[in-house]
């Protein structure tokens, strides 16, 4: 059992709702988006997420999310904004969130952008590495 993980499909906040996507004891987290286009440097909507810890847990401090694997470098993150992606400023190739995360959504937004070196690709995925302190609460 994972203590934290991350949740697509729509999640709402403060809820917990959502598909389990995180997987296996590295804290990573696999999400996917359809064909892009780099002809003319396509990139998703915004992909709304949530991350919460298991029942009876809770972060101390921050927790840094960070895009990985081969495509990392096509994703970036950003916080919520009352339901909608932070600002065009508010995006970064990892997302810090300060305070506590705990047994309900903590949603973020992710997104992913073509390159005009590539053709089309249906399926573009990366994998997101938690880094946090968890513990009971």
């Known amino acids: 059992m994972e203590l934290i993980n991350i949740y697509k499909n729509n999640p709402t906040a403060g809820q917990t709702d959502g598909t389990l996507v995180s997987t296996g004891g590295a804290q990573t987290s696999p999400i996917e988006t359809g064909e892009l286009d780099a002809a003319i440097n396509e990139q998703t909507d915004p992909i709304k997420l949530a991350i919460r810890c298991e029942t009876g847990y809770q972060t101390t401090g921050e927790t840094t999310i960070t895009p990985v694997t081969a495509t990392a470098e096509r994703w970036q993150l950003a ?58 609460g």
């Open 79 to 136: 916080p919520d904004n009352g339901g909608q992606p932070g600002t065009w400023l508010d995006w970064g190739d990892s997302l810090v969130i300060p305070g506590v995360i705990g047994d309900t959504n903590t949603i973020f937004w992710a997104r992913v952008r073509a390159v005009d070196t590539e053709n089309p690709i249906n399926d573009r995925s990366t994998s997101l590495r938690i880094e946090t302190v968890v513990e009971e």
